[in-house]
């Protein structure tokens, strides 16, 4: 089956740094990868996307690229902020799973905070 | 365009009581998805609707039931709450074209007694 699995946290950060979130992935079919955010107390946001290999997703300084040879998908960005404390999720989407209803398939989330 | 609702946004519950969360999109998606969230676990899919008048079970779906009421609207419902159902829920709904991607509705936190 699906899965997707992500460094643990929690991250935490000063303002200004790097940040790199691992992701792994394993997948029967050619999945698409996906980054949500979760800021406290709100429901999911997609972050970025990505369908196809060598493909750069990227939104507000993060970046991520798919990586079929090593099954990875790793959120950066190159300069942290305070306002970028939240938890991050990785995830794929495979038509082939769930019988052609692209379910998402979650890793277990990062959460980062990010001190001034 | 709101995107995706749901109500309420929290409530308590005694074990064994009843209650059906509510949710509701308004742009116009086929698909739409009901996931708990724990912390530690992510983001489990407990059943979906790939379109008005399907449904069908995702990884967790002992102890719900779901009404795809119509194409807009996808209710949960818990029969009998258990204190293992305490959780955050979100709905959500996808597109149908291009890159299909998934809209979640801020959540429903549920603790039950």
């Known amino acids: 089956g699906n899965s997707v699995t992500q460094m643990e946290g929690p991250v935490t950060l000063s303002e200004e740094a790097f940040l790199t979130i691992n992701c792994t992935y394993t997948a029967t079919g050619y999945p698409s990868l996906f980054w949500y955010v979760q800021y406290p107390g709100e429901g999911l946001q997609l972050l970025l996307k990505?369908?196809?290999?060598?493909d750069k997703g990227s939104n507000k300084g993060f970046e991520a690229t798919y990586r079929k040879e090593t099954t990875s998908f790793h959120l950066e960005k190159g300069s942290v902020q305070v306002s970028d404390s939240a938890v991050y999720f990785c995830a794929l989407s495979d038509r082939n799973s769930g019988a052609g209803s692209y379910q998402l398939t979650f890793g277990k989330g990062t959460k980062l905070s990010v001190i001034p | 365009n709101a995107g995706v609702t749901q109500t309420p946004k929290f409530q308590v519950l005694k074990t064994g009581q009843s209650m059906t969360l509510q949710c509701a999109q308004d742009m116009n998606h086929n698909s739409m998805y009901w996931y708990r969230q724990d912390p530690g676990m992510g983001l489990r899919l407990i059943y979906y609707s790939a379109s008005e008048g399907t449904t069908d079970k995702g990884e967790v779906p002992n102890g719900y039931n779901v009404s795809r009421l119509n194409k807009r609207e996808f209710s949960l419902r818990l029969e009998s709450a258990a204190p293992s159902q305490t959780s955050v829920y979100f709905c959500?709904?996808?597109?149908?074209?291009?890159?299909?991607?998934?809209?979640f509705g801020p959540g429903t936190r549920l603790l039950v007694l």
């Open positions: 990505a369908t196809k290999a060598d």
């Open positions: 959500a709904s996808r597109t149908q074209s291009g890159l299909v991607t998934q809209y």
